[in-house]
Nanobody, 116 residues
């Protein structure tokens, strides 16, 4: 199994930056692709960025050029560097396997609020 704990969110002004972390417990972390997802109020959860086991990345059009996904398998941790943040980036951010594995539950997520 895989337990996931997201952290690093907060309140930031437009144009600011945040770095999210996803700490994973469970041996399968090293053998699955991982992704960052987000859910804004009243909207469905969406994929923000994915990183395959082979190292290929995929980003939502809305975050391309601003967000960077990375992982450190030695630390069982994944990151999302978010720059040039916009109010529309406000959401709860979650990490989970990419592609999704339905049996892996969602963590608590971390709230990102972009506001002046």
């Amino acid at each position: 199994q895989l337990q996931l704990v997201e952290s690093g969110g907060g309140l930031v002004q437009p144009g600011g930056s945040l770095r999210l972390s996803c700490a994973a417990s469970g041996t399968i972390f090293k053998i699955v692709g991982m992704g960052w997802y987000r859910q804004a109020p009243g909207k469905q959860r969406e994929l923000v960025a994915g990183l395959t086991r082979g190292g290929d990345t995929s980003y939502a059009d809305s975050v391309k050029g601003r967000f960077t996904i990375s992982r450190d398998n030695a630390k069982n941790t994944m990151y999302l560097q978010m720059n040039s943040l916009k109010p529309e980036d406000t959401a709860v951010y979650y990490c989970n396997p990419y592609p999704r594995i339905p049996t892996i539950t969602w963590g608590q997520g971390t709230q990102v609020t972009v506001s002046s």
